[in-house]
């Protein structure tokens, strides 16, 4: 049948029958491994508004299989690819003008795309077989062809009426990729230790040769990137020596970027307000108090009042602060803008937080905006990083939200640390301190 495109012939129609815009599912070999660790089984591409799809093996049992670089080439001719996943999509296929439809959903609704793709013949070989990494090649080619164009029946109406959401392009370009680049490296472990503490659902979905892939999730409502795969959250390690101590560089040492008090900062640059690269919390702390010198204690309070006051939880007896009426100015005015305008809109992206948003009240709607901000100044932050270690032997081993942490190679040098140190600060408007360590206790 036609739909296998698997002969010069066919791929030459095909070629001439791609158009404007089309729909493009890679299947890899192991739905359940890391896509660092799979490889290409084959594509289904389903031109918009056509009756059918095509499918296309290249690495399965199946009869003929295609050239993939032959694929990439005609894949290019498209004008416009939807994909349910465009960084998955990058491990596969360099298509950087790719749509990520689930990204594009998630930015407009607030939630997760639901499609079905559930084959009774897929699931019994996932069933029984789901350890085996090229499993895709072995089921046969028309049910996977099937399972492709379930997935594109049931989300076809939202692909037709898609409406590109404010700030899309600075996640779907800029944050995929930076997200890609950061999960290839992965984590060095000691495996056995690794699978005995965390107990991944099958370790051999994310570790190879005692390195462990993580894999960065955007499809939530703040655009924040989640870090959950195979049942481990390498977002919230534990901070417990058996847990950390599970982890190893791959070259000399772990070095960890920790910004100052950063959301406070994050709002101080929004508000304008000045502040110097003392511990942030340490110079609201001498105005609670009206010292220079602060106990730990005060600091610790501090550090309670400051996280509060973020989110309009001012107390009294400090509401006549300078920037803590500033700060409830500022979610005032989001509050009511949201409420007048019908959304308010991060600077930096211009992602957008409207009114499909549910339940929404003045101190989390400032939690969403604090969030997008920090997550899109990280965005530039790391971008300007990656570019700058891309011919060193150092990496970004894991990226949590206030802190990157570096697989650092003495071969770098000492300048190396300090000029990451000044990507990072940001023209000094974000000050970090730096930890390392030859494990994660740092």
């Known amino acids: 049948m036609f739909y296998i495109v698997e002969k010069e012939s066919k791929l030459v129609s095909l070629e001439n029958f791609i158009r404007v815009g089309c729909f493009v599912h890679v299947i890899s070999s192991n739905d359940y491994f890391h896509p660092k660790l799979t490889t290409t089984t084959a594509v289904y591409i389903r031109m918009i508004n ?26 290019n001719k498209a004008q416009v690819i939807y994909t349910l996943n465009k960084k998955e999509l990058l491990y596969h296929f360099n298509i950087q003008k790719a749509i990520d439809i689930s990204l594009a959903y998630s930015m407009t609704f607030y939630d997760k795309l639901e499609f079905n793709s559930s084959i009774s013949t897929i ?14 090649s072995l089921i046969p080619i028309t049910k996977l062809y099937e399972k492709c164009e379930l997935i594109y029946n049931s989300i076809e109406e939202y692909i037709n009426n898609i409406k590109i959401p404010e700030g899309f392009d600075f996640y779907n370009k800029l944050a995929t990729n930076v997200f890609f680049l950061i999960e290839q490296s992965g984590i060095e472990v000691y495996y056995e230790s690794f699978k005995e503490i965390f107990k991944p659902r099958n370790p051999i979905f994310n570790t190879l040769n005692n390195k462990v892939y993580t894999l960065y999730n955007l499809f939530n409502p703040t655009s924040r990137p989640t870090n959950n795969f195979n ?18 560089p791959q070259n000399d040492y772990f070095v960890e970027f920790d910004f100052d008090g950063y959301h406070l900062r994050l709002l101080a640059d929004q508000l304008d307000y000045p502040m110097t690269k003392e511990s942030a919390h340490k110079q609201l702390a001498k105005q609670y108090f009206g010292k220079e010198e602060i106990t730990d204690e005060e600091y610790t309070k ?42 308010v809109q991060n600077p930096q992206s211009d992602k957008q937080f409207t009114k499909e948003l549910k339940d929404m009240h003045p101190a989390k709607l400032m939690n969403y905006m604090m969030q ?65 360590s030859t494990n994660l206790m740092l």
């Open 50 to 75: 056509s009756k059918h799809g095509f499918i296309i093996p290249i690495d399965h049992n199946d009869g003929l299989n295609v050239d993939k670089e032959r694929v990439y080439k005609i894949l």
């Open 123 to 136: 699931n019994w070989y996932y069933n029984k077989f789901n350890s085996k990494k090229d499993i895709n």
């Open 231 to 248: 049942s481990v959250n390498f977002a919230a390690i534990p901070h417990t020596e058996k847990h950390r101590k599970c982890f190893k």
């Open 302 to 343: 501090a550090k309670q009042i400051n996280f509060h006051a973020i989110y309009g939880k001012i107390p009294e007896e400090h509401k006549n602060l300078k920037i803590f009426k500033e700060i409830q100015q500022y979610i005032d005015t989001l509050w009511n803008n949201f409420n007048n305008n019908g959304y």
């Open 372 to 436: 997008s901000l920090e997550t899109s100044n990280n965005i530039i932050i790391l971008k300007d990083v990656l570019e700058y270690l891309k011919d060193k032997k150092t990496f970004i081993a894991l990226y949590t939200y206030d802190a990157i942490l570096f697989d650092f190679s003495k071969e770098d040098s000492i300048e190396t640390l300090e000029e990451l140190q000044k990507i990072m600060e940001k023209q000094k408007k974000y000050p970090v301190k730096f930890k390392y």
